[in-house]
């Protein structure tokens, strides 16, 4: 399972899963066995520390928020529509 780091906290790590919006917490150092450098997606290489991923990292941490709100919509949406098919 591969999560981001996004904080630290009394010691130990606040991890979350790119699709998840619920942080992990706590992490203990010991629990962390790799880091990623770097990866491949399509045929392409790509580097973490490439402006372009940097970039996407920090807009996908940065904005838990509205997709928690983004899900809450969807799954009220889904209700509803289950409500009117009868289902």
Request: proline share 1%; aromatic share 14%; hydrophobic share 35%.
């Amino acid at each position: 399972v591969l999560h981001r780091i996004v904080g630290i906290k009394d010691g130990s790590f606040i991890c979350r899963g790119d699709n998840q919006i619920i942080d992990e917490y706590p992490v203990k150092n010991e629990s962390i066995i790799g880091i990623v450098t770097d990866y491949t997606k399509n045929g392409v290489f790509k580097s973490v520390e490439s402006f372009s991923q940097k970039l996407y990292s920090r807009f996908w941490v940065n904005t838990v928020l509205f997709r928690k709100i983004k899900r809450k919509f969807f799954v009220f949406g889904h209700n509803i529509k289950k409500k009117f098919k009868g289902n």
